[in-house]
């Protein structure tokens, strides 16, 4: 866990609950699932890193016969190629996290 002053506000004192990145699935890892007789394509995962620590991934896509569909989650398969890419975005997720702590802009601006 940090420590110090950040901003004012004691480090310690912040609670960060949940952090989340959302990433596509290449074509090629993309899968299908079923909810309720619907198969969906599923072609973006959504990784949250929980207050622990550790992570959670939930995929999500469309029916395959088109339309919206309801918004449900399925889960990751236990795949080499999917649990990769759950890290490298995670990796990514992480630089960027600690980029955009270093040029903090709080305006609301964008």
Known sequence: MATGVAYGRSVDAVQVNALAANVAVPEDLQ?????????FRLT???IRMLPDGSLAAKAYGRPTAGGRGAYTSFPVPERPELAGLVAAAAAEAARRWAQASEACDVSGDR
């Open 31 to 39: 899968w299908t699932d079923e909810r309720r007789g619907e198969e």
């Open 44 to 46: 973006s995962i959504t």
